[in-house]
């Protein structure tokens, strides 16, 4: 096998950090989406078909790359054209592009307001959604966010990949994957639209999470096998 190719370590760090960049912008980009945009928009209702299924190839689109770049022969690949520690960045670069052309091009539903819950209930769903934010920060807290934004990589930095039980992975597999489905469907204010881009993209999520499984399994041996022994739901407990 062909040594991986080589940069300035200057380009290296610049292209690491601007990938880490990206993946900020794009979250931004996405809660503005959600907030201003899901719900906020009109489509005369003969659409609804040609809507949906551009919405539905969008975030397919998304998901593909997703399970793509979790192949050993899709790395191979990135590593005969980049460093080896940009391998990491570069799937950063990709999925972050993606999330946000999903968001930019996402064609809206006709429906309208769905339902609003006033009052303490509507506090009550909005709970929901807060605490879909708090459990992405403790996850963010539990791992190192410069190595998932492929920035430690690039640095030379990275560690042995390990499994660590610790925070909301005690209770489990998958508390970033809970936080999202939290997120988008905890609004007391949900709209055709809105529910549509909740409904596609947690879809998503349940299909992913088997396939997100065997790859770890492969690449992580028994000792991811032991943990999901330990802990036995994937996003919510006792359900799924």
């Not at 912008?25 to 907030?35: H, K, Q, R």
């Not at 299924?53 to 990135?78: E, N, Y």
């Amino acid at each position: 096998m062909s040594a991986s190719p080589r940069l300035p370590s200057s380009a290296v760090r610049v292209f690491a950090w601007a990938g880490g960049a990206l993946f900020v912008g794009s979250l931004a980009w996405f809660v503005f989406f959600y907030y201003a945009v899901l719900g906020h928009r009109a489509a005369p209702r003969e659409i609804l078909v040609p809507h949906l299924a551009i919405d539905v190839l969008l975030f397919g689109a998304f998901a593909v790359h997703h399970s793509l770049f979790a192949r050993d022969r899709v790395k191979q690949l990135i590593t005969r054209r980049l460093p080896a520690s940009l391998e990491r960045s570069t799937y950063v670069w990709v999925a972050s592009l993606l999330f946000a052309l999903v968001c930019l091009a996402w064609r809206p539903v006709p429906g309208g307001e769905l339902y609003r819950v006033d009052g303490w209930p509507g506090w009550v769903i909005r709970g929901v959604q807060v605490f879909g934010l708090f459990l992405s920060y403790r996850v963010a807290s539990a791992l190192d966010v410069l190595e998932l934004a492929g920035i430690r990589q690039a640095l030379g930095q990275a560690k042995k990949p390990r499994i660590e039980v610790v925070g909301p992975y005690r209770w489990v597999r998958h508390p970033l994957y809970a936080a999202w489905i939290m997120f988008v469907f905890g609004s007391p204010d949900m709209s055709v639209d809105r529910l549509t881009f909740a409904v596609v993209s947690s879809a998503y999520i349940v299909v992913a999470i088997p396939w997100e499984e065997r790859s770890l399994r492969a690449s992580l041996g028994e000792g991811y096998s032991r943990y999901m022994e330990a802990v036995k739901w994937r996003v919510l407990p006792f359900v799924y």
